[in-house]
């Protein structure tokens, strides 16, 4: 069965600093990847995707995103994080099979301090 | 980004009385939503997909008859909680799938559903 980690599940930041979250998953054929983002109060938001070619993904707000294939990782990153990035952050995986479900892993809170 | 809604946002009901919560796709038509379950401070639970015309495919855990899911159209999704128990309250978020090139996910903006 897919599987999809998160290993920070907390993550505390001073503004400008660089922020990269792990992202694993466990399949082993085709898949689709996301990361979403839920604002305090909000509902999901789409960052970024990855489907094929380019593994560096590009989203909105600044963030990016490596699919590294061999490592099964979907790391997001940003270069300087803001107080208004503070939410929290979910990896998703969809597999190419017919069942086509989002996965998710269990979602890293951020906090941005001024 | 496509916008899919909820209604209710919240709804407080009594024991043993049904609940419906409403999906809608707003500005494409979603052949395919989810509904799904989350738990303060935990992730997203998939419970059930729901095809359009078709019966739902639940999750593994999930009773069907508890959770009644009706896929009726292209943009419109809905789930009754059947005499809801207080271990149902819970936040419940559909999403809808784009099939078009997009081929993304939208999600609602959740309902906040509390049984006493």
């Known amino acids: 069965a897919q599987s999809v980690s998160q290993h920070n599940h907390h993550v505390i930041l001073s503004e400008a600093a660089s922020l990269e979250l792990g992202c694993n998953y466990s399949?082993?054929?085709?898949?689709?990847l996301f990361w979403y983002v839920q604002y305090p109060g909000q509902h999901l938001q789409l960052l970024l995707k990855?489907?094929?070619?380019?593994?560096l993904v590009k989203g909105i707000k600044g963030f990016e995103a490596e699919f590294i294939k061999s490592k099964f990782s979907f790391n997001l990153r940003k270069p300087s994080v803001q107080w208004s990035d503070t939410a929290e952050y979910f990896c998703?995986?969809?597999?190419?099979?017919?069942?086509?479900?989002?996965?998710f892993g269990t979602g890293t809170l951020l906090a941005v301090q001024p | 980004g496509a916008v899919v809604s909820q209604h209710p946002s919240r709804v407080i009901c009594k024991s043993g009385t049904s609940v419906k919560i409403e999906c809608r796709s707003l500005?494409?038509?979603?052949?395919?939503m989810f509904w799904y379950r989350q738990f303060p401070k935990k992730s997203l639970m998939l419970m059930a997909t729901?095809?359009?015309?078709?019966?739902?495919?639940?999750e593994q855990g999930v009773e069907k008859d508890k959770f009644l899911i009706n896929h009726a159209s292209l943009t419109l999704s809905t789930l009754t909680v059947t005499s809801a128990h207080p271990e149902d309250s819970s936040f419940y978020i559909c999403?809808?799938?784009?099939?078009?090139?997009?081929?993304?996910?939208?999600f609602g903006p959740g309902t906040r559903l509390t049984v006493l």
């Open positions: 999403s809808a799938r784009d099939s078009s090139l997009t081929d993304t996910q939208y």
């Open positions: 399949y082993g054929g085709t898949v689709n």
């Open positions: 990855y489907f094929s070619g380019d593994p």
């Open positions: 998703a995986v969809r597999s190419g099979g017919a069942t086509n479900k989002l996965i």
């Open positions: 500005d494409f038509q979603a052949t395919t």
């Open positions: 729901s095809n359009e015309g078709s019966k739902a495919t639940y």
